[in-house]
């Protein structure tokens, strides 16, 4: 069966978006990441629930009710369903890896890299302190990973949930989207 549907799940400051923009870019394939969270918000009539789910971090103390969730979760999975349906696309986040988990054609991937690294790669990125990069990665980390358990009784870690885990401190992002292609 051809590989049609990338799905890509990362930590913040593993360069996961950067490998999805390059892989898709690589392949000729459309990327789908943020706007997947806006269309989807849009679609279930929510669009506070965009910012609430954009804000991981917490900053803007948005707190959606479990109905608002689940209904952004369905509109989420419809929209990847819809996207993988169409074939020749990179999902970056979401959940991606179990909203298509029984797809057909789908592969999917994390990213990642130990938290030190991915901290001075904020720190370089936006110009906050090690201690803010730091507390900010956790906070994503934790985020990240509440969002796969509310939802879907998962965890990120479990490499089960991948057919591919590159960290990218050790097979940079100029290699990562590479060999990503070579499986699909």
Same mark, same amino acid.
């Given at each position: 069966?051809?590989? !049609?549907?990338?799905?890509?799940?990362? @930590?913040?400051?593993?360069?996961?978006?950067?490998?999805? @923009?390059? =892989?898709?870019?690589? *392949?000729?394939?459309?990327?789908?990441?943020?706007? =997947? #969270?806006? @269309?989807?918000?849009?679609?279930?009539?929510? %669009?506070?629930?965009?910012?609430?789910?954009?804000?991981? =971090?917490?900053?803007?103390?948005?707190? %959606?009710?479990?109905?608002?969730?689940? $209904?952004?979760?369905?509109?989420?999975?419809?929209?990847? !369903?819809?996207?993988?349906? $169409?074939?020749?696309?990179?999902?970056?986040?979401?959940?991606?890896?179990?909203? =298509?988990?029984?797809? %057909?054609?789908?592969?999917?991937?994390?990213?990642?890299?130990?938290?030190?690294?991915?901290?001075?790669? *904020?720190?370089?990125?936006?110009?906050?302190?090690?201690?803010?990069?730091? $507390?900010? /990665?956790?906070?994503?980390?934790?985020?990240?990973?509440?969002?796969?358990?509310?939802?879907?009784? /998962?965890?990120?870690?479990?490499?089960?949930?991948?057919?591919?885990? #590159?960290?990218? /401190? @050790?097979?940079?992002?100029?290699?990562? %989207?590479?060999?990503?292609?070579?499986?699909?």
């Amino acid at each position: 069966l051809a590989i !049609r549907v990338v799905t890509i799940s990362r @930590q913040r400051g593993s360069l996961g978006m950067e490998t999805g @923009q390059c =892989l898709a870019e690589l *392949l000729g394939w459309r990327l789908a990441g943020r706007d =997947l #969270i806006n @269309q989807a918000a849009r679609d279930c009539g929510l %669009p506070e629930m965009a910012l609430a789910v954009i804000d991981e =971090l917490g900053l803007f103390g948005m707190k %959606p009710d479990a109905a608002a969730q689940a $209904a952004y979760r369905h509109a989420v999975e419809k929209v990847m !369903r819809e996207l993988a349906a $169409a074939g020749n696309v990179v999902i970056v986040g979401r959940g991606g890896q179990m909203a =298509l988990r029984e797809w %057909p054609g789908a592969l999917h991937a994390r990213v990642i890299a130990p938290l030190e690294v991915r901290a001075a790669r *904020l720190v370089a990125r936006h110009a906050i302190s090690l201690p803010a990069a730091l $507390a900010q /990665a956790r906070a994503s980390d934790r985020a990240r990973a509440r969002y796969l358990r509310l939802h879907y009784g /998962a965890r990120k870690e479990d490499a089960n949930l991948y057919v591919l885990v #590159i960290n990218t /401190a @050790q097979i940079g992002v100029e290699q990562a %989207p590479r060999l990503i292609a070579s499986v699909a």
